[in-house]
């Protein structure tokens, strides 16, 4: 697929059921299907999308401070593009009418919007651009 940078053997096709998670040791976001990675790109377009947060995950995390991934967004893959100004891409959404959506592990236990920290746990349809996450509401 077009925007996805794949590891060996491993393919990502559009409607496959996929986890995206911010990969923060190589700057990217890492795509994993079927439990493996197999994939990286800047940018994923998703529906039918969940977001879930592992409770175990984020608690080692909020008490050994350091973090580890236990927090993805999931859904089945429309399209990836590599984005060279994010700044740029999220102006755009936003002009759009997308709403950002917002995880930190010391500061939340769960995904919720940006404003206002109201909860979420699905979406129709969600834009995750390297370390924020965008919906359409």
Known sequence: MNGIVARAGRNIEVNDRVH???NLTKDTLSIKKDGLVCG???MIALHNVSFKVGKAGHKKT???GQRNV???VVGDI???AHINNVEKAY???ERQGYKRV?????RVDQFVLYDGFEPLLESSEAIVIMDRVYIRR
């Open 78 to 80: 429309i399209s990836a």
């Open 70 to 72: 236990h927090a993805f």
């Open 91 to 93: 102006n755009s959404l």
């Open 62 to 64: 909020n008490e050994q």
């Open 20 to 22: 995206v998670y911010r």
């Open 40 to 42: 990286y790109s800047s």
């Open 102 to 106: 917002y995880y930190n592990p010391y």
